[in-house]
Nanobody, 126 residues
């Protein structure tokens, strides 16, 4: 079992920056991938960025160049640095962990993740 707790959500103006943190506990040694997803009401949860245990990271095209995912050496905390935020980035952001898939490449999705945090809200105003 892995427990995930996100923090850092806030309301900001367009162009601003935020950093989300996700603290993982439990059997983190068995985690292959940590990732961030986001979701707005009425839409499917979409992936944002993932990082595997070796540090290989993958960021989706819609946020590439603006968002960066990283993790601490112990792989117990994963961060999402978000710059140049846009109103379209407004969503609930979720941290997730997978013990069955690597996510340094592009071939991963929400269904690959068993463990989820409770989410943290980001609201970007224009």
């Amino acid at each position: 079992q892995v427990q995930l707790v996100e923090s850092g959500g806030d309301s900001v103006q367009a162009g601003g920056s935020l950093t989300l943190s996700c603290l993982a506990s439990g059997y983190t040694y068995a985690t292959w991938c940590m990732a961030w997803f986001r979701q707005i009401p009425g839409k499917e949860r979409e992936k944002v960025a993932g990082i595997d245990r070796g540090g290989l990271a993958n960021v989706v095209d819609s946020v590439k160049g603006r968002f960066t995912i990283s993790q601490n050496n112990a792989r117990t905390t994963v961060y999402l640095q978000m710059n140049s935020l846009k109103p379209d980035d407004t969503a609930m952001y979720y941290c997730a962990a997978s013990q069955t898939t690597y996510c340094g490449g592009g071939y991963w999705s929400a269904g690959d993740f068993l463990y989820w945090g409770q989410g943290t809200q980001i609201t970007v105003s224009s």
